[in-house]
T-cell receptor, first 114, second 115 residues
């Protein structure tokens, strides 16, 4: 089975621009979560989607948004980029939402904001 | 609210020696606990989890972890470290009373295994 894929792997943007990141979960997985990883703040939860509905949202400003499609693929969007948005963005998929299933992570998208 | 603490930023161990990476957690209900490992320029790889039952959980690559409810700890252990175990390790928790899959991660512990 193919793992979680994320595109693109690397992005360089300038302040004020917006960016869209894509995630394809493992086949059959309907839950997709997004995390931001930075040296200063560590791993922080952004949001979770299941069956095209947002289930949970972390403590991030409204500039961060996401969506999930009927094939479970997910995108996250960051508008009006700030320098502090530079991070590794990780997507994770899971079979369900029971919480006891482990999440499988993609390789991440490294976003650099100049 | 749920939280995780990994008190050591780095753990150094000689190859062949046992290793322990510490983790303590805080949840209002009962926890689901996970360990993940991250190699450079890679995503997180699942190692093991505690859901219920036996307090000693065995996982991938010879790792195991012991759940201790009274001490709210879930330390990761391995009897004999390998140089290839050198990586960044994350402990994570979910409160079973919370819906969904949201994980709260600790700050990570860098494990360095010296030959």
């Amino acid at each position: 089975k193919a793992g979680v894929t994320q595109t693109p792997r690397y992005l360089i943007k300038t302040r004020g621009q917006q960016v869209t990141l894509s995630c394809s979960p493992i086949s059959g997985h309907r839950s997709v979560s997004w995390y931001q990883q930075t040296p200063g703040q560590g791993l922080q939860f952004l949001f979770e989607y299941f069956s095209e509905t947002q289930r949970n949202k972390g403590n991030f400003p409204g500039r961060f948004s996401g969506r999930q499609f009927s094939n479970s693929r997910s995108e996250m969007n960051v508008s009006t980029l700030e320098l502090g948005d530079s991070a590794l963005y990780l997507c994770a998929s899971s079979h369900g939402t029971s919480g006891y299933n482990e999440q499988f992570f993609g390789p991440g998208t490294r976003l650099t904001v100049l | 609210a749920q939280s995780v603490a990994q008190p050591e930023d780095q753990v150094n161990v000689a190859e062949g020696n046992p290793l322990t990476v510490k983790c303590t957690y805080s949840v209002s209900g009962n926890p689901y606990l996970f360990w993940y490992v991250q190699y450079p320029n890679r995503g997180l790889q699942f190692l093991l989890k505690y859901i219920t039952g036996d307090n000693l959980v065995k996982g991938s690559y010879g790792f195991e972890a012991e759940f201790n409810k009274s001490q709210t700890s879930f330390h990761l252990k391995k009897p004999s470290a390998l140089v290839s175990d050198s990586a960044l390790y994350f402990c994570a928790v979910r409160d079973i009373n919370n819906a969904g899959n949201m994980l709260t991660f600790g700050g990570g512990t860098r494990l360095m295994v010296k030959p």
